[in-house]
């Protein structure tokens, strides 16, 4: 497939460098404020180094890479809330094109689930988005073999850089600040991790599963999720956790229609209980019990990965 990458970061810059190899071509790739598109396929390569050298993509507008030629959008830009854009008007864009689109990006179908799925119903294109759930975790595609009706709940641990500071704080018995920082230096985290520390990111992900979940008349955002983050944990309630066999973790629940992210205490020899930049998803499924699939970490690669085997499996539809 031809492939139009929408965001150059992290996970963008490796789903490009990693295309080639699943036996797709990029056509075009863009930033937020320039593109570079050749309907033959762009040096990948060329253009990742002009970025690091240039800060920039290309010489073309970043709009370029909407009309430019291709089967699949990649949209992978930062999450945001609210109306999800622009990440909504780039989906928009290629559906009424009749292009399909794989997301990297939670907040359109955390935000505007309904309004992708109408504009998906009147195109010849499709949206999937096996990546906006806990990275390289198979999670959505366990939902769709099983069916969403037989599913009872979900929980998980599904933000590494959370599970990875309540590791450190229980471990070696030190303070927030402390851990945060090292995970920085570490590059685990990002100069700003509110979205991850106070619970914004798994509460987009427990939106997107429960509209999965959702009859078709029911629709779930952020502002369903009732959500209490990590920065005030005292290292008291962990030594106390501890010394009753527990253990901390920052839990994304959805049951019910409700839906639920706070720290919960859990079993140190529980599926929940990963360690590090771990994640893991809890299924609990009728007439099958649970079924947990976990993740060492959500790295770019992975990420890019899960994007590329999503595209992979729009072309075999």
């Known amino acids: ?63 370029s890479a909407l009309e430019a030629e291709y089967d699949c959008l990649v949209e992978v830009t930062p999450s945001t809330l609210g109306d999800a854009e622009p990440a909504f008007n780039h989906i928009a864009t290629a559906l009424r094109r009749d292009r399909h689109v794989v997301l990297g990006n939670k907040s359109p179908m955390a935000q505007r689930y309904r309004d992708v799925r109408e504009l998906e119903e009147n195109s010849a294109g499709e949206v999937l988005f096996e990546a906006t759930i806990g990275g390289p975790i198979p999670v959505l595609s366990t939902i769709h073999d099983v069916g969403p009706d037989r599913v009872i709940s979900i929980k998980g641990v599904f933000n590494g850089l959370a599970n990875f500071i309540l590791s450190r704080m229980t471990a070696e018995g030190l303070g927030y600040e402390h851990v945060l920082a090292e995970a920085q230096d570490l590059g685990i985290a990002e100069v700003d991790p509110t979205f991850d520390v106070e619970g914004t990111d798994t509460a987009l992900t427990c939106s997107i599963l429960a509209n999965v979940l959702a009859e078709s008349d029911t629709e779930f955002t952020v502002d369903d999720v009732s959500i209490e983050g990590i920065t005030e944990i005292p290292g008291s309630a962990l030594n106390l956790a501890r010394e009753d066999g527990k253990t901390v973790r920052l839990l994304g629940e959805v049951r019910d229609g409700q839906l639920r992210v706070a720290p919960r205490t859990v079993p140190q020899n529980s599926p929940l209980a990963v360690t590090g930049p771990q994640t893991v998803v809890e ?11 976990t993740s060492s970490a959500a790295t770019s690669t992975e990420v890019a990965s899960t994007i590329l085997t999503d595209v992979n499996r729009l072309e075999r539809q």
Do not use: P
């Open 1 to 63: 497939m031809k492939l139009s990458i929408i965001g150059a970061g992290t996970v963008g810059s490796r789903v490009a460098e990693l295309a080639d190899s699943y036996g797709h071509t990029v056509t075009a790739i863009s930033d937020s404020t320039s593109a570079v598109t050749d309907a033959s396929g762009v040096d990948v390569h060329a253009v990742l180094e002009d970025k690091r050298e240039s800060g920039t993509i290309g010489n073309e507008e970043s709009e």
């Open 283 to 293: 299924l609990d499924i009728q007439d099958a019990g649970q079924v947990n699939v």
